[in-house]
């Protein structure tokens, strides 16, 4: 086989293999979500029940459903990046925060881990919460549960993007950036 063959096939396969990592998971763009209740882990809620949604209402916010089985590094450099994006400011996005919520059958041993991995992470603009329902995520917001992680855009009350990752780092980050950003 001749030598320049095996670069021409892995250039061809690499754009597939990057399309596979990111699935449908969440709501439609343009659409309004339903609130829900956490149990807030970190920041000024810490240790109680929070509608974030209601909360927060108009301001930019993305919630990432994170599936606590699949939890990792490069999970947790995508919600380091994206709490940096944030530090740093978005032009026409006053005061952006991550909800990142824990979706797991053990809520006791995640709200435990959760304080410490804020600990390690120093997070300024993300918040850590544990979901108290099903490991399906809040009702109406058509979560895949194929994926690993989930990131929900919201701004002005409405979906501005959603991302499925079935694999998940810090160059994600830049996606859900622009989806927060002024249209």
Known sequence: MPRWICPLLLALTLPTVWADSQEESGPKSGTKVAGFEVQAVTGEEAGKTVDFVAERKDKPTV??????ADWDRPMA????????????????????????????????????????AQESLQFSHTKLAVFDGSTQGPEGWQLNTGVRLSAVVLRDGKVTGSFGYLSVNETDVPGVVKAIKPR
């Open 63 to 68: 919630f990432v459903f994170v599936r606590a």
């Open 77 to 116: 450099r995508f919600l380091s990046r994206l709490d940096e994006e944030f530090t740093e400011g978005i032009a026409g996005a006053d005061d952006p925060v991550t909800v990142a919520v824990w979706l797991t059958d053990d809520k006791e041993k995640s709200k435990d881990y959760l304080p410490r």
